[in-house]
């Protein structure tokens, strides 16, 4: 079973951008490979509850749970 984005990128976006840029066949229709969701948490330095406020955010909003990485240096 595909993924509901994916069918829904495959019979509506893939027509029209074939319909905008006349492609010939559905190969030169740019396809979706990974979708990256990224979120900086600042406040967290100071207080850990805002991080674990985010990813359950990210966890609801994605259906996953998101890979945490603290950053090692701060920009």
Do not use: C, H, W
Request: glycine content about 4%; hydrophobic content about 40%.
């Amino acid at each position: 079973m595909k993924p509901r984005l994916q069918v829904e990128y495959e019979s509506e976006v893939v027509p029209a951008l074939m319909k905008r840029f006349s492609y010939k066949s559905v190969m030169q229709a740019p396809r979706i490979t990974k979708i990256v969701v990224n979120m900086g948490v600042g406040d967290a330095i100071q207080d850990s509850k805002n991080l674990d406020a985010a990813v359950e955010d990210l966890k609801t909003i994605t259906g996953q749970r998101p890979a945490v990485r603290k950053a090692k240096k701060s920009i």
